[in-house]
C-alpha cells in the first residue's frame, strides 16, 4: 500500500512569505506527527495530532508555525511571514497511534523548503 | 524534557568490520529506544528498537543493547556493508513524542 507522502518535495519562498505543506497519512494511521530537520541537526518534534485529542503543539518554535488535520487524515502545516532560519526539512510521519510514541513511526520523504 | 545525545557524529569502516553507535539520555521515565536509518533523499526508517523490559535484541546483523542505569543505549552493526552507509538517529520516548539525537553519518567503503 502506499506509504506517507509529501508534498511538494521542494519548496524555494522568498522572505516574509507564507508557506503551506502537505501530509497524506497511511490509511489507519490516527497518529500524525511533524519533524524538522536542518542541516547536521537532527530530527526536531514539531507537533503531535493522535485522533480526536487536542494536538501536542509543545514543539512548535513560534507562533508564524501552526498546523492542522481535517478529517482525522490529511495535515497542512503552514509556515507564516517565513525566515531564512526556516529553511530545513520537514518531515511527516504516521503510526497507528496505539502505544502513544512508543511504536514504529512510517516517515514521507519530506519537504525541502529554502527561504530566500 | 528529555535530552539524547549521540556519538559519533561520523564513522568510517571498511566493509567487513563492524560498527558501534552510542547514545545516552536524560529522562529517567523513557522506556522505548528505536533507531533509524536515513538514506539520501528518503525519510527515516526503523531498523530495530527495544523497550526498557529488554537488554538487548538481535536482528540479523543489527544489535541494540540498553543500560537503564546508566542511561545509554548502543547499536551494533556486525560484518558490514556499503548498502549500510546511511544516517543513523537514535530516539528515546516515556509517554508521548520521540526524542532523537543528532544522528551519526556511517560511510562503510569496499
Known amino acids: 500500500g502506499a506509504g506517507v507522502s509529501q508534498s511538494p518535495s521542494n519548496k524555494v519562498t522568498e522572505k516574509g512569505k507564507d508557506v503551506e505543506l502537505r501530509c497524506d497519512p497511511i490509511?489507519?494511521?490516527?497518529?500524525l506527527y511533524w519533524y524538522r530537520q536542518s542541516l547536521g541537526q537532527g530530527l526536531e518534534f514539531l507537533i503531535y495530532f493522535q485522533g480526536n485529542s487536542a494536538p501536542d503543539k509543545s514543539g512548535l518554535p513560534s507562533d508564524r508555525f501552526s498546523a492542522e488535520r481535517t478529517g482525522g487524515s490529511v495535515s497542512t502545516l503552514t509556515i507564516q511571514r517565513t525566515q531564512q532560519e526556516d529553511s530545513a526539512v520537514y518531515l511527516c510521519?504516521?503510526?497507528?497511534?496505539?502505544?502513544?510514541?512508543?511504536?514504529?513511526?512510517?516517515f514521507g520523504s519530506g519537504t525541502q523548503l529554502s527561504v530566500l | 524534557g528529555e535530552n539524547v545525545e549521540q556519538h559519533p557524529s561520523t564513522l568510517s569502516v571498511q566493509e567487513g568490520d563492524s560498527a558501534v553507535i552510542k547514545c545516552t539520555y536524560s529522562?529517567?521515565?523513557?522506556?522505548?529506544f528505536p533507531w533509524y536509518k536515513q538514506e539520501l533523499g528518503k525519510g527515516p526508517q526503523l531498523i530495530i528498537d527495544i523497550r526498557s523490559n529488554v537488554g538487548e535484541k538481535k536482528d540479523q546483523r543489527i544489535a541494540v543493547t540498553l543500560n537503564k542505569t546508566a542511561k545509554h543505549f548502543s547499536l551494533h552493526i556486525t560484518e558490514t556493508q556499503p548498502e549500510d552507509s546511511a544516517v543513523y538517529f537514535c530516539?528515546?520516548?516515556?509517554?508521548?513524542?520521540?526524542?532523537f539525537g543528532k544522528g551519526t553519518m556511517l560511510l562503510v567503503s569496499p
Open positions: 529522562d529517567s521515565a523513557s522506556n522505548y
Open positions: 530516539a528515546a520516548s516515556g509517554y508521548s513524542t520521540l526524542t
Open positions: 490509511s489507519g494511521h490516527t497518529a
Open positions: 510521519a504516521s503510526s497507528l497511534g496505539r502505544q502513544g510514541g512508543n511504536e514504529k513511526l512510517f
